[in-house]
């Protein structure tokens, strides 16, 4: 089946640094990838939808000079969110599809959680 | 917007035994998608069971089956045979058909199985 990767899986920074996570599509490429935020016990919130090689679409309420999303490869696309603060900790999950129809499957990342002191 | 709920944040099942999850949703589409995903303590999301909102034959995978209720806008998940690997969040999606469609989640159900 098809596999996503996270990376890292945890990261714990200090508040004001920026943190890069990166998400990866390794045996398909994947034409839209999508951001989601989730925190303790509670559901998914997508961020942002990004197709390769265009801007990323973002979600209402969420900073787009915060969270930036990057999909310069149908293989990868990664989050840098900059000026950490500590209620920016959470999970963060990305998604991949192949393509960017509703009949194209979403395959979910592991995750990784950021922790920002 | 599609909105998703989860009326049911936790429930228990005994081993083998069968239980039902409960989905409603909102929706002034007429042609959709339903999920059931599912997330265990590693927190992978795993694709359950799909739904295409035209068809009116409901889901089956192995042991889990759905009760797609298309007018009462109701789509619930049941587990048969419950097994102890089946603990973990489950949790109910929208998606509309077309370009661009996004991923609608509810706010879970905590499973617990129990011997």
């Known amino acids: 089946g098809a596999v996503v990767s996270q990376h890292p899986s945890r990261v714990i920074c200090k508040s004001g640094t920026s943190v890069k996570i990166e998400c990866r599509s390794l045996?398909?490429?994947?034409?839209?990838m999508f951001w989601y935020r989730q925190f303790p016990k509670q559901s998914l919130m997508l961020m942002a939808t990004s197709n390769e090689g265009s801007k990323a679409t973002y979600e209402q309420g969420v900073e787009k000079d915060k969270f930036l999303i990057n999909h310069a490869s149908l293989t990868l696309s990664t989050l840098t969110v900059t000026s950490a603060h500590p209620e920016d900790s959470s999970f963060y999950i990305c998604?991949?599809?192949?393509?960017?129809?509703?009949?194209?499957?979403?395959?979910f990342g592991p995750g990784t959680r950021l922790t920002v002191l | 917007a599609q909105t998703v709920t989860q009326s049911q944040p936790e429930m228990s099942v005994q081993e083998a035994e069968t239980v039902t999850l409960s989905c409603t949703y909102d929706t002034s589409e007429s042609d959709y998608y339903l999920f059931w995903y599912k997330q265990p303590p590693s927190r992978q999301m795993i694709l359950v069971i799909r739904q295409e909102a035209y068809k009116q034959q409901n889901a089956t995978e192995n042991r889990f089956s759905v009760n797609f209720q298309k007018a009462a806008k109701s789509f619930s998940l049941k587990i048969s045979d419950s097994q102890l690997g089946d603990a973990a969040m489950y949790f109910c999606?929208?998606?509309?058909?077309?370009?661009?469609?996004?991923?609608?989640f509810g706010t879970g159900t905590r499973l617990q199985v129990t011997l």
């Open positions: 999606a929208y998606r509309n058909t077309g370009t661009a469609s996004k991923l609608t």
């Open positions: 045996d398909f490429q994947a034409t839209t």
């Open positions: 998604s991949a599809s192949p393509g960017t129809y509703s009949t194209d499957t979403q395959y």
